[in-house]
Nanobody
């Protein structure tokens, strides 16, 4: 099986920064796109950013100037650097990975359990 585990969430003041990490482990042949999504209370889950295995990043328009996604393919890890955080960034942040468990298998999307990010003074 494949597991994705997020870390780095917590409480931060408005204007502050936080870095999330998500490490994938288990039976992994390769990981295609990895990404971050978030879900605020009472709202639908929304895209934050994605990154291909070659490092091409895509961002939600409202976050592209403040957030940076990166990955370390050797460690099967994706990161999200969040700067200039606002109270409206408060949400549970989920990472995802499109994983092949063998060369011949179909790609499947796996999700982490989520990391709470709270932006408040």
């Amino acid at each position: 099986q494949v597991q994705l585990v997020e870390s780095g969430g917590g409480l931060v003041q408005p204007g502050g920064s936080l870095r999330l990490s998500c490490a994938a482990s288990g039976r992994i042949f390769s990981i295609n796109a990895m990404g971050w999504y978030r879900q605020a209370p009472g709202k639908q889950r929304e895209l934050v950013a994605t990154i291909t295995s070659r490092g091409t990043a895509n961002y939600a328009d409202s976050m592209k100037d403040r957030f940076t996604i990166s990955r370390d393919n050797a460690k099967n890890t994706v990161y999200l650097q969040m700067n200039s955080l606002k109270p409206e960034d408060t949400a549970v942040y989920y990472c995802s990975g499109v994983v092949l468990i063998t060369y011949y298998s179909d790609a499947r999307t796996y999700w982490g359990q989520g990391a709470q990010v709270t932006v408040s003074s």
